[in-house]
T-cell receptor, first 117, second 111 residues
Framework: DAGVIQSPRHEVTEMGQEVTLRCKPI?????LFWYRQTMMRGLELLIY????????DSGMPEDRFSAKMPNASFSTLKIQPSEPRDSAVYFC???FGGGLPNSYEQYFGPGTRLTVT | LAKTTQPISMDSYEGQEVNITCSHN???????ITWYQQFPSQGPRFIIQ???TKVTNEVASLFIPADRKSSTLSLPRVSLSDTAVYYC????????????FGSGTQLTVLP
């Protein structure tokens, strides 16, 4: 199994540009999670999907952030327009279960390091 | 909100047993306690999960007292490769906004 795949691994962009992060979950997993990690705030859950449906997006910081999961094998996290304070490492994770992060083992991808200048 | 409190850092020597305690006074009835390990430039990796009493797997043990207000991750005979950040997660079944791993415990294993 290839594990959770994220792309790109590194992204450097200028303020105001659109950024799209991509994630391919582990085959057979039905829950997908997007996290953001910074030194100041640690690892925060942004949104999670269960069976391709967004269950809770209350962790998304503001309207500039959006996430989609068009099918079971692909998800995107988009930031438009990007700002320097969005600089962070963004992780995608997947699990097999009911979509509640507290009960199921999550497998994390390698992350995308985003730098907005 | 089941906020967790962990020591910021711990040092140990190779071959010793390490115990990392996490406080979660406001844990809810349906919450599970999960521990993750994270190496630099990698995503967190699941270690162990439990609800009460004791859970053991091939890499660690998790001790949870009856009141569930704390938990202790026990790593037997640590090696240099166990140097990492360890997170205690007690996730609420409510808003995702409340789900944060916090800053974790930086464990440094010395030779």
């Amino acid at each position: 199994d290839a594990g959770v795949i994220q792309s790109p691994r590194h992204e450097v962009t200028e303020m105001g540009q659109e950024v799209t992060l991509r994630c391919k979950p582990i085959s057979g997993h039905n829950s997908l999670f997007w996290y953001r990690q910074t030194m100041m705030r640690g690892l925060e859950l942004l949104i999670y999907f269960n069976n391709n449906v967004p269950i809770d997006d209350s962790g998304m910081p503001e309207d500039r952030f959006s996430a989609k999961m068009p099918n079971a094998s692909f998800s995107t996290l988009k930031i438009q327009p990007s700002e320097p304070r969005d600089s962070a490492v963004y992780f995608c994770a997947s699990s097999f279960g009911g979509g509640l992060p507290n009960s199921y083992e999550q497998y994390f991808g390698p992350g995308t390091r985003l730098t907005v200048t | 909100l089941a906020k967790t409190t962990q020591p910021i850092s711990m040092d140990s020597y190779e071959g010793q047993e390490v115990n990392i305690t996490c406080s979660h006074n406001n844990i809810a009835t349906n919450d599970y306690i999960t521990w993750y390990q994270q190496f630099p430039s990698q995503g967190p990796r699941f270690i162990i999960q439990g609800y009460k009493t004791k859970v053991t797997n091939e890499v660690a043990s998790l001790f949870i007292p009856a009141d569930r207000k704390s938990s202790t991750l026990s790593l037997p005979r640590v090696s240099l490769s166990d140097t990492a950040v360890y997170y205690c997660l007690v996730a609420s079944s409510g808003s995702a906004r409340q789900l944060t791993f916090g800053s974790g415990t930086q464990l440094t294993v010395l030779p």
